[in-house]
């Protein structure tokens, strides 16, 4: 009894010992940071006193991921960015500035701020066209079901101008990254800026052709297989109107006569174009540059890339994009099976045709609870 | 009353607790008092005394306490129902347990009890919320997409040493263990584990036939495991939502562990005096305390999710008065009580505060008891008044208030006795909570009726019978909101051992 007393007393008193830590001084939503924002692309007017091209009075954006909430500053007459009132957090800052309706200049860095940061750090923007083929709805997650049914998958493009655009030669991507990479973007040893992609699928035609227009704010389907899935599942939904097919030889995928393909151009995929349910990313390239081997990687040149879409339903995932292609995440919160989708949303409500695209995916995609193919739905942000 | 119609006379109340839906508050031990409108102050009985082990909790006044050796055993039925609720309390519960509880003096020196304890507690249609304590236990909770029913169930055991070494001075000891599995049945699932431990070192020391003097630390440790996973049959993700403080949430579709460690102790000294005609007892006490909760998220590798930490002071007053110079049959009772606690949490690897609460209280209650002994009446009646201030900086959320609760409780009870071995019971209780308005609290009146009895078997075995009937209304809203609930608890106390 006396062993069971001192041993009891022991554990106790350790307890005892152990239930304490100091209260910090500093709280939260003070963190302070400040900037600089250099254009690079010789786009934006030279400031006589520095010699720099700086981005005056401009917005930069700063999201959070742990939080998912976003905080908008404007850079003053010098190109400084003064931030205040933030959550201590991870940040991706970025920058999206149109220049004309086809080209804009962008920047992004990723960034820990939390306290007072005085020291000035830096966002150089680059400038690059604007696309006007965009990936407009993704749906991926499969239909609710409880057999693991998710072959109703499709990805929807969008001509986001008033002018005829073409699809000849494009190429539509799974992205892909390795564990000892930051991103699946990537200096290849030619010295050049590449996306890392598992698989690649080809509109039919050159790059630069104009066999397959779309025509202004058109809609196009591509399904991975064009057939009405609810008679496989009858929550899943209709893709026999779908314009285009993902289709690979190599596998035995079903290619519907009636429908043209969108095919499969690397020898190693053996697979049809399947893509995470809840947590991957897509990009669509111009094709003009094809798709560079090394060894058996695959990967696209970052200037052909029109558009690409980081989606995560948990935005802790590790990102196969960055700020270069995507600065945020679509689908936040769609869970596998659940028959919901990820579509771009309309921000200027007096123009409902022009559909939001400033390279971050959080800002410019919403949660449909339905797949809208072919037309565009009401999407929740 | 011959063996047969005592087994009869059981049976019925066993009967009767079970089926009875409703239920009361919480369990407790003194159903004498809780059946007479837990008349607390002014109501002497052998398990209500102002001393260091009735009021104190000091498992080293045990010996003192209670010299006989006895056997406990309860049945507990209580259920609720109604719409007058936090949003993320159950909308009614039904809870079933049985406790067995006994006490052995080993020696004159030594005294040991055994508790063993299983209970089932349903909490019915609680919506999102799944953590254990959603209100009171720090900012960091996760919540699922669903209302449904939790169904939480376990086992409790606990004992207590109390021994004296040296004359006048006694050390003591105890320790509990609780495990509980919480699981809710519709998607998304969640199971909830839960381990209690907790345990008390204390001492007391007698200053003379009057005055009692004591020290305990009560250190616990609680876990709280809580598991989400994807549906087998449908493969359908967990949606869980994750809150730091107000407003500010994650949403992931992934499955999920949380863990939440809490860690924590309650140092405190007390005293109680008895005068020498027995006329006038005083019980005081003060205490601090501390307790930290550190919340980790993660399957296979851990993360840490936050940390939050409450400390404070607590101080009792209670004084019971014979007013022997008017009457030797009345009684006045009066008590203070002081609560002050402050909490914050902050960030999972830097050292930045989330949010700060503070919350201080006084109550007052005070009241009389008179003992009609030529009829065997015993009647009573105590107020309570409660002023309280509360403010919560949630600089995450950006949400911050400054509110005050006051609150009003009369109590009423009454005790027949029809003769030696039988008593009945009744009290009432009405309790109003004012609301805050900055907080846009219910205004609500909490109504509870009690009834009790006793019947005394040859001062072997006493059996305590008590139904509990409580209703909360709030007439202030759209459509008026209820709640209602009910408690049978049977009690026999055996003498025999």
Known sequence: MKKIIIWLTVFLITFFIMSCEDKPNDVDRTAKAKFIVIDTSGTLDIDQKTNLRLFKNGTVTFFSRDYGESFKFKTDENGILYADGLLASHYTISVNHQISEAFSVFGSKEKDIYGSQNEVDTIYLRGMPSSAVIINEIYAAGPVNNVYYMFDLFVELYNNSDEVQYLDGNIICRCSKKDNEPSGIITASDGNTYVRVIYAFQFPGTPGGKQYPIQPYEFVVVAGDAVDHRQAVSTSIDLSNAQWEFYNKQSTDIDVPNVPNVENILSKTTTDFLIGLTNDAVIISSGKKGVRMEGTDAMIDLSTVLDGVQYMSNPIFTRKLDGRVDAGTAGIGIPSYSGKSMERVVLDKSNPKKHSDTNNSTVDFGVNDKPTPGYQGNPIQ | ?497
């Open chain 2, 1 to 497: 009353m011959c063996y047969t119609d005592i087994k009869n006379f059981l049976k019925v109340i066993i009967i009767i607790c079970f089926l009875i839906i409703n239920n009361s508050s919480l369990f407790s031990q003194i159903n004498r008092i809780e059946s007479m409108g837990n008349l607390f102050l002014v109501i002497e009985d052998e398990d209500n005394n102002l001393n260091l082990y009735d009021r104190g909790g000091n498992s080293a006044f045990l010996l003192i306490d209670e010299p006989k050796d006895w056997l406990k055993i309860n049945l507990l039925s209580n259920s609720g129902n109604g719409s007058l609720h936090k949003t993320y309390e159950p909308a009614g519960k039904n809870n079933y347990s049985i406790h067995f509880e006994a006490l052995k003096n080993i020696d004159e020196n030594q005294t040991f009890k055994g508790i063993i304890d299983y209970y089932d507690y349903k909490r019915k249609d609680v919506y999102r919320a799944i953590q254990t304590n959603i209100y009171g236990s720090g900012p960091f909770f996760i919540a699922d997409s669903t209302t449904g029913t939790i169904d939480f169930y376990g086992p409790k055991i606990a004992f207590e040493y109390n021994i004296s070494f040296i004359k006048d001075l006694y050390l003591g000891l105890n320790f509990s263990y609780g495990g509980e599995k919480g699981i809710k049945k519709i998607y998304s699932k969640p199971e909830i584990t839960n381990r209690y431990i907790s345990g008390q070192i204390s001492m007391v020391y007698q200053l003379n036939e009057n005055i009692f003097i004591g020290a305990k630390l009560d250190p616990f440790y609680n876990y709280e495991k809580i598991e989400l996973v994807k549906d087998p049959d449908s493969g359908t993700d967990p949606i869980t939502f994750k809150y730091r403080g107000f407003k500010i949430f994650r949403k992931s579709s992934d499955d999920y562990t949380r863990h939440n460690r809490n860690k924590g102790f309650d140092v405190g000294a007390q005293s109680s005096y008895k005068s020498q005609d027995q006329s006038l007892q005083i019980f005081i006490s003060g205490s601090y305390f501390r307790q930290g909760i550190e919340y980790q998220d993660g399957t296979r590798d851990i993360d840490k999710e936050g940390y939050w930490q409450e400390e404070g002071y607590k101080g009792t007053l209670e004084t019971r008065y014979r007013l022997d110079f008017l009457d030797k049959n009345l009684l006045f009772g009066f008590g203070l009580y002081y609560r002050n606690f402050e909490s914050w949490s902050k960030h999972p690897q830097l050292p930045i505060i989330f949010s700060e609460n503070k919350y201080n209280s006084l109550e007052i209650g005070t009241g009389f008891s008179y003992n009609f002994t030529d009829i065997g009446l015993l009647l009573g009646i105590e107020y309570h008044k409660t002023i309280c201030d509360s403010s919560l900086n949630d600089y995450l959320g950006n949400y911050n208030f400054d509110g005050s609760h006051p609150k009003d409780e009369i109590r009423i009870g009454a005790e027949y006795k029809i003769n030696n071995n039988l008593w009945l019971r009744l009290g009432y209780i009405r309790f109003s909570n004012n609301p805050d308005n900055q907080l846009n609290e219910f205004k609500f009146n909490h109504n509870l009726y009690s009834f009790g009895a006793s019947y005394l078997i040859e001062n072997y075995v006493k059996i305590d019978f008590l139904l509990n009937y409580g209703k909360k209304e709030s007439k202030n809203l759209t459509p008026d909101l209820t709640y209602k609930e009910t408690s049978a608890l049977l009690f026999a106390k055996f003498f025999v051992f």
